[in-house]
C-alpha cells in the first residue's frame, strides 16, 4: 500500500492569533492584543526577532511553571473572537496552555466545510469530541448546525468550554458536555448502538479520567481507534485525530488509522503553525483525517 502524501496544514487568516517570533525553545505569540513567551520543545532554531521586541512581552511562561508578568497591564483574563465565537483565554498559574490551541484552526475550518456540505439534509448531524477541552471545535461544529457531544475529564476545563458557550451567545446550542473518560465513554456509546457523522480526538500523552482512569496514549490509541469504527459510518463518517508527542510521525498515524479504518480516504500530516513577516514556521503536532468510503 503507497504511503500518503504528508500534508501540511497551516493555521489561516485568524486575525486574533499571530506567531511572531520562535527559537531557541521558546516562542512568541500574540493572542489579541496580549504578547506572550512560552516554551516551545521543537523550537530548535535561532530566533529572528530583536530581543528587545522578546522584552516587550506581557508575560513568559517560565521553567517553574508561573507565569511571569513582564507588565502591569496584563490582565488574567482575556476575550478572543473566532469566527462568531468569543473566547476566553486565561493565564492559569501552573500550565502554559491559554485556552485555546490555534494550530488547531485548520481543523476547526475542515469541520465547518464539512459540516456546510451536508446542512439541510434532515436532521442535524451528530457530532463527538473527545477530549475536548475547552470547546472550541465543539462551539464550531454547533454553529455549523451539528448536534455535538462533548467529553472531557477535567470539570475546570468543562466550565471553562461552558463560558465559551455562554460568551458566543450559543446557550441554546445542542451540545451535550459530559464529564466522563472517553476510552470509557466510547465504550458505554457503542453498547447504546449510538453513531456519529464525525469524531474528532486529540487526546494527550497522559491523562486521567474523572475517577482516576489512567489515559496513556501509546497503550490504548489503537484500542480506541478500533471502537470508534463501530460508532461511524464506514460510508459517509469521518474520524480527524491529532497527537502532540514528539516521538510521532505521519507514518505512525498512517499505520494506526489504516489498521481501524482499511478503507476511505486518509490524510495524515502536521498542523503548522505559519510564522508573520518571515518568523520560521512552527510545526506543532501531526494529525491524521479519515473519511468513509463514500467520500
Ligand atoms: C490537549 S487537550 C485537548 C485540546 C483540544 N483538542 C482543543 O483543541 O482545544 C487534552 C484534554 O484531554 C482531557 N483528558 C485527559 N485525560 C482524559 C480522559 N481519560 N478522558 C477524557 N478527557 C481526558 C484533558 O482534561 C484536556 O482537556
Request: with cysteine.
Amino acid at each position: 500500500m503507497s504511503e500518503p502524501p504528508r500534508v501540511l496544514l497551516e493555521h489561516g487568516a485568524w486575525p486574533a492569533y499571530r506567531l511572531l517570533d520562535c527559537g531557541q525553545g521558546r516562542k512568541l505569540e500574540q493572542f489579541g492584543d496580549l504578547r506572550l513567551i512560552r516554551g516551545e520543545p521543537k523550537a530548535w532554531w535561532r530566533p529572528r526577532r530583536d530581543p528587545r521586541e522578546w522584552a516587550a512581552a506581557h508575560a513568559e511562561f517560565g521553567e517553574d511553571g508561573r507565569w511571569m508578568r513582564m507588565r502591569a497591564d496584563t490582565p488574567p483574563r482575556w476575550t478572543l473572537a473566532y469566527e462568531g465565537l468569543t473566547l476566553e483565554a486565561r493565564l492559569s498559574s501552573g500550565s502554559k496552555h491559554v485556552g485555546v490551541f490555534p494550530e488547531q484552526e485548520p481543523h476547526w475550518r475542515w469541520v465547518r466545510e464539512r459540516l456546510a456540505a451536508v446542512k439541510g439534509a434532515g436532521t442535524p448531524p451528530s457530532v463527538l469530541n473527545l477530549f475536548g477541552y475547552t470547546g472550541v471545535a465543539t462551539l464550531t461544529a454547533a454553529k455549523a448546525g451539528a448536534a455535538v457531544t462533548h467529553v472531557d475529564a477535567s470539570k475546570p476545563a468543562l466550565a471553562w468550554a461552558r463560558e465559551n458557550q455562554r460568551l458566543s451567545g450559543m446557550g441554546d446550542a445542542p451540545v451535550r458536555w459530559l464529564l466522563d473518560d472517553a476510552f470509557k465513554f466510547v465504550a458505554r456509546e457503542i453498547r447504546r448502538g449510538r453513531r456519529y457523522d464525525l469524531i474528532l480526538l486529540d487526546p494527550p500523552s497522559f491523562g486521567r479520567g474523572p475517577r482516576g482512569e489512567v489515559w496513556k496514549v501509546e497503550n490504548q490509541i489503537a484500542d480506541l481507534m478500533d471502537l470508534l469504527r463501530k460508532l461511524v459510518d464506514p460510508d459517509s463518517g469521518a474520524v480527524v485525530l491529532t497527537l502532540y508527542n514528539l516521538e510521532a510521525s505521519p507514518l505512525m498515524l498512517h499505520n494506526l488509522t489504516r489498521d481501524a479504518f482499511p478503507k476511505g480516504a486518509l490524510e495524515v500530516g502536521e498542523l503548522v503553525l505559519g510564522g508573520d513577516e518571515g518568523a520560521p514556521r512552527l510545526p506543532l503536532s501531526l494529525f491524521a483525517r479519515w473519511a468513509g468510503a463514500a467520500d
